[in-house]
């Protein structure tokens, strides 16, 4: 059964912090691997998808990279801002079609 | 720009009632599921439709049914609600497995 793990569940940086959010699962055999923001009382905010096949993505400040046969992603955030403090999510998915979450990392930028 | 639209937003239910969750989508996704979100457990997939006029059991179905009524409509339905069912409900979509996919805004439900 897949599992996804996210590391650390909660994390603090000042403004202006370029910082890394980290997900693991246990099951390489995955479709793609979705990031999310998610800010309290709210829904889900796609950030970026990556295809197994691939090995990084870039929207604006945020890089995602993927590495399967480790079974390992990362969220990088540069030159964080307070505007960035959400739940971050990392998600994979199986072979329905849906997907499997991890817990979140709670992001704060203070200013 | 409406995406994945879910009714109502918030909901109280005393134990026993039944109740329906509405979800919509305007962008011709083929795709819909139906989530939960419980503190300390994440999202968990309820059902999930892969195409009109199919459906499939999640992670925690029990105590729920499902209908896709047509390719943008996907209901929850809650026959005898129980307060283990309180939670946070979540549809989203999409138009295939490599494609993202897309959130409504939730709806909160507490089951007294």
């Known amino acids: 059964k897949q599992e996804v793990t996210q590391i650390p569940a909660a994390l603090s940086v000042p403004e202006g912090e370029n910082l890394v959010l980290n997900c693991s699962f246990t099951?390489?055999?995955?479709?793609?691997l979705q990031w999310f923001r998610q800010d309290p009382g709210k829904g889900l905010t796609s950030l970026l998808l990556?295809?197994?096949?691939?090995r990084e993505q870039t929207s604006g400040r945020l890089n995602a990279s993927l590495d399967k046969s480790s079974g390992r992603s990362t969220l990088y955030i540069a030159a964080s801002q307070p505007g960035d403090s959400a739940t971050y999510l990392c998600?994979?998915?199986?072979?329905?079609?849906?997907?499997?979450f991890g817990k979140g990392t709670k992001l704060s930028v203070k200013p | 720009n409406a995406g994945v639209t879910q009714t109502p937003k918030f909901q109280v239910l005393k134990t026993g009632q039944s109740m329906t969750l509405q979800c919509a989508q305007d962008?011709?996704?083929?795709?819909m599921y139906w989530y939960r979100q419980d503190p300390g457990m994440g999202l968990r997939l309820i059902y999930y439709?892969?195409?009109?006029?199919?459906?499939d059991k999640g992670e925690v179905p029990n105590g729920y049914n499902v209908s896709r009524l047509n390719k943008r409509e996907f209901s929850l339905r809650l026959e005898s609600a129980a307060p283990s069912q309180t939670s946070v409900y979540f549809c989203?979509?999409?138009?295939?497995?490599?494609?993202?996919?897309?959130f409504g805004d939730g709806t909160r439900l507490s089951i007294l």
């Open positions: 989203a979509s999409s138009h295939g497995r490599e494609q993202p996919q897309h």
């Open positions: 990556i295809q197994s096949s691939q």
């Open positions: 099951d390489s055999a995955i479709y793609n």
């Open positions: 998600a994979v998915r199986g072979s329905q079609g849906n997907l499997i």
């Open positions: 962008m011709n996704h083929n795709s």
């Open positions: 439709s892969a195409s009109e006029g199919t459906t």
